[in-house]
C-alpha cells in the first residue's frame, strides 16, 4: 500500500501564494505520473496538473499561466506552486500517484492512491 498526505494549505489574500507539497510513503518501487485535483464546495472534483516521471507537465487552462507542479521523486514528493491566487480557487485540493509498490518478499504491484486534501481558501 502506498499513502499520500498534502501539506501546504490555508488561508490567503487574493494575488497570494502557496506552494502544497504531498509526500508519498510505503514499499514504493516507482512512481508513474502525480497530479493535483480540486473540489470547491458544490461541485465535483476536477483535475489541475499532472506530472509525469519523466517530467512532462500538463494543465488544466484556468491554472495554466500561475500554477507549477514539478516533483521530487528522491522524496517521492510533488509540489504545486500556486501564484497570483483567486477567490475562485478555493477549493480542497487532493494529490494523486500511481505506480509499482513491493518489497523483497512480495512481487511488484500496481497502485493508485489519494491523500485526504488540503483546505486552500483565497480571500479578497
Known amino acids: 500500500q502506498v499513502q499520500l498526505v498534502e501539506s501546504g494549505g490555508g488561508l490567503v489574500q487574493a494575488g497570494g501564494s502557496l506552494r502544497l507539497s504531498c509526500v508519498a510513503s510505503?514499499?514504493?518501487?516507482?512512481?508513474?505520473?502525480m497530479a493535483w485535483y480540486r473540489q470547491a464546495p458544490g461541485k465535483q472534483r476536477d483535475f489541475i496538473a499532472r506530472?509525469?516521471?519523466?517530467?512532462?507537465?500538463n494543465y488544466v487552462d484556468s491554472v495554466k499561466d500561475r500554477f507549477t507542479i514539478s516533483r521530487d521523486n528522491a522524496k517521492n514528493t510533488v509540489y504545486l506552486q500556486m501564484n497570483s491566487l483567486k477567490p475562485e480557487d478555493t477549493a480542497v485540493y487532493y494529490c494523486?500517484?500511481?505506480?509499482?509498490?513491493?518489497?523483497?518478499?512480495?512481487?511488484?504491484?500496481?497502485?493508485?492512491?489519494w491523500g485526504q486534501g488540503t483546505q486552500v481558501t483565497v480571500s479578497s
Open positions: 494523486n500517484a500511481d505506480g509499482q509498490y513491493g518489497d523483497y518478499w512480495t512481487s511488484p504491484r500496481p497502485f493508485n492512491s
Open positions: 510505503g514499499s514504493i518501487l516507482h512512481i508513474n505520473d
Open positions: 506530472i509525469a516521471s519523466g517530467g512532462n507537465t
